[in-house]
């Protein structure tokens, strides 16, 4: 698996994951808002089989996480219109896993995420296999 250095990058993952083509496995949504991110993201769990939804403000997620069977919410930790808590406090409200990704929350905010009850932190650039591995569990 090749690693790279750049911040929002998403590295290539090789092997059987990566030409592997699953049935829908359900509706993700993605709070991410640099583009190409989205994009990597989107590309990488479609072909893992998920139904991936992209909202771009923290209204719109919380609205969709309501209107649809959503398994998981996958967000971006720095947003402009709220707070990682905030967005950790309704979904669990919604009995809605949260999986969170960023590069510049310090350590202990990324554990106290996780002790408030999210999924996980991953700190970008993060292996693809990280995210993937966090999905099979649900």
């Given at each position: 698996?090749?690693?790279?250095?750049r911040a929002?990058?998403?590295p290539q993952i090789s092997g059987d994951r990566?030409?592997?083509?699953?049935?829908n496995k359900g509706i993700l949504l993605l709070?991410?808002?640099?583009?190409s991110v989205r994009e990597a993201l989107t590309f990488l769990l479609e072909g893992e089989g998920w139904d991936v939804r992209?909202?771009?403000n923290c209204e719109e997620l919380i609205e969709s996480v309501r209107a649809h069977d959503v398994v998981a919410v996958i967000s971006e930790s720095s947003l402009p219109d709220c707070t990682p808590e905030d967005v950790l406090e309704r979904c669990k409200q919604l009995e809605t896993p949260v999986v969170f990704t960023g590069?510049?929350?310090p350590l202990q905010g990324?554990?106290?995420?996780?002790?408030?009850?999210?999924?996980?932190?991953l700190d970008k650039p993060f292996p693809q296999s990280?995210?993937?591995?966090l999905l099979e569990r649900l």
């Amino acid at each position: 698996m090749a690693e790279s250095g750049r911040a929002g990058s998403i590295p290539q993952i090789s092997g059987d994951r990566a030409i592997k083509k699953q049935h829908n496995k359900g509706i993700l949504l993605l709070n991410e808002p640099d583009a190409s991110v989205r994009e990597a993201l989107t590309f990488l769990l479609e072909g893992e089989g998920w139904d991936v939804r992209t909202v771009d403000n923290c209204e719109e997620l919380i609205e969709s996480v309501r209107a649809h069977d959503v398994v998981a919410v996958i967000s971006e930790s720095s947003l402009p219109d709220c707070t990682p808590e905030d967005v950790l406090e309704r979904c669990k409200q919604l009995e809605t896993p949260v999986v969170f990704t960023g590069h510049d929350l310090p350590l202990q905010g990324a554990v106290d995420l996780i002790r408030q009850g999210a999924m996980d932190f991953l700190d970008k650039p993060f292996p693809q296999s990280r995210l993937l591995d966090l999905l099979e569990r649900l």
